[in-house]
T-cell receptor
Framework: EAQVTQNPRYLITVTGKKLTVTCSQNMNHEYMSWYRQDPGLGLRQIYYSMNVEVTDKGDVPEGYKVSRKEKRNFPLILESPSPNQTSLYFC?????????????FGPGTRLTVT | GQQVMQIPQYQHVQEGEDFTTYCNSSTTLSNIQWYKQRPGGHPVFLIQLVKSGEVKKQKRLTFQFGEAKKNSSLHITATQTTDVGTYFCAGLTGNTGKLIFGQGTTLQVKP
C-alpha cells in the first residue's frame, strides 16, 4: 500500500530535550516536505527536499533541522524544543521532478513541549 | 514575504446549499493545489491547476484559476454532509518546492 508513515504519532516532551520525528514514504517520490499546523494559521511549510541531499527552507524553518540521506526518509529534528513548537506536524511526499505535484500526507504527529 | 489569503475562515450551510471558498495570492503563482482535511485527519489532495483561466470539475466541485494566476476558487454545488471539513489552497511559485498554504475554510453542513 502506497503510504507516508510518521513516528511517533504523539509525543510529550520537555523544553530542551532533542527529538526526532521520522517520516518515510514507499512511493519512490523525489519531493518531501514538513509542515506544521496550528489553529487559525493553516499549514506552514518548515523544510522541503526536492531530492536526495537537497533541502531548502520553507516559511518557518527556525528551530528545526532536516536531512535527506535516502530517498524514502526525511526526518525532522528539533535540537532544543521550546513550547512554541507545540503543534501538529505533517510530512508529505510528491512525485516531484521539475515541480511539485499531488502531495501525499502522513497521518500527523502531535507534539507537546512543556 | 509571499502570502496566500483564504476566505471565509468558516462557513455554515444547510445541506443542499452551495459553498465557495476563495484564495488570493500576493504574487503570481505557477500552480495552485487544493486539499481537503476531515476533522482529525490529514490533508487529502483534490486537484492541481496550472494554466491561466483554467476551470476543472470533479462531480459537484468546480475549481477555477484566475487569469492573472493570483487567485483561485473552489465551488461546491448542493453540499452534502460528506463535504464537511477544512479546504485548503496551496500556491507554488516558480520551479521551487516552496508551497504557501492558505489558512483554510472550515465547512459545516447542517442536515
Amino acid at each position: 500500500e502506497a503510504q507516508v508513515t510518521q513516528n511517533p504519532r504523539y509525543l510529550i516532551t520537555v523544553t530542551g530535550k532533542k527529538l526526532t520525528v521520522t517520516c518515510s514514504q514507499n512511493m519512490n517520490h523525489e519531493y518531501m516536505s514538513w509542515y506544521r499546523q496550528d489553529p487559525g494559521l493553516g499549514l506552514r511549510q518548515i523544510y522541503y527536499s526536492m531530492n536526495v541531499e537537497v533541502t531548502d527552507k520553507g516559511d518557518v524553518p527556525e528551530g528545526y533541522k532536516v536531512s535527506r540521506k535516502e530517498k524514502r526518509n526525511f526526518p525532522l529534528i528539533l535540537e532544543s524544543p521550546s513550547p512554541n513548537q507545540t503543534s501538529l506536524y505533517f510530512c508529505a511526499s510528491s512525485f516531484g521532478g521539475r515541480g511539485v505535484y499531488e502531495q501525499y500526507f502522513g497521518p500527523g504527529t502531535r507534539l507537546t513541549v512543556t | 514575504g509571499q502570502q496566500v489569503m483564504q476566505i471565509p475562515q468558516y462557513q455554515h450551510v444547510q445541506e443542499g446549499e452551495d459553498f465557495t471558498t476563495y484564495c488570493n495570492s500576493s504574487t503570481t503563482l505557477s500552480n495552485i493545489q487544493w486539499y481537503k482535511q476531515r476533522p482529525g485527519g490529514h490533508p487529502v489532495f483534490l486537484i492541481q491547476l496550472v494554466k491561466s483561466g483554467e476551470v476543472k470539475k470533479q462531480k459537484r466541485l468546480t475549481f477555477q484559476f484566475g487569469e492573472a494566476k493570483k487567485n483561485s476558487s473552489l465551488h461546491i454545488t448542493a453540499t452534502q454532509t460528506t463535504d464537511v471539513g477544512t479546504y485548503f489552497c496551496a500556491g507554488l511559485t516558480g520551479n521551487t518546492g516552496k508551497l504557501i498554504f492558505g489558512q483554510g475554510t472550515t465547512l459545516q453542513v447542517k442536515p
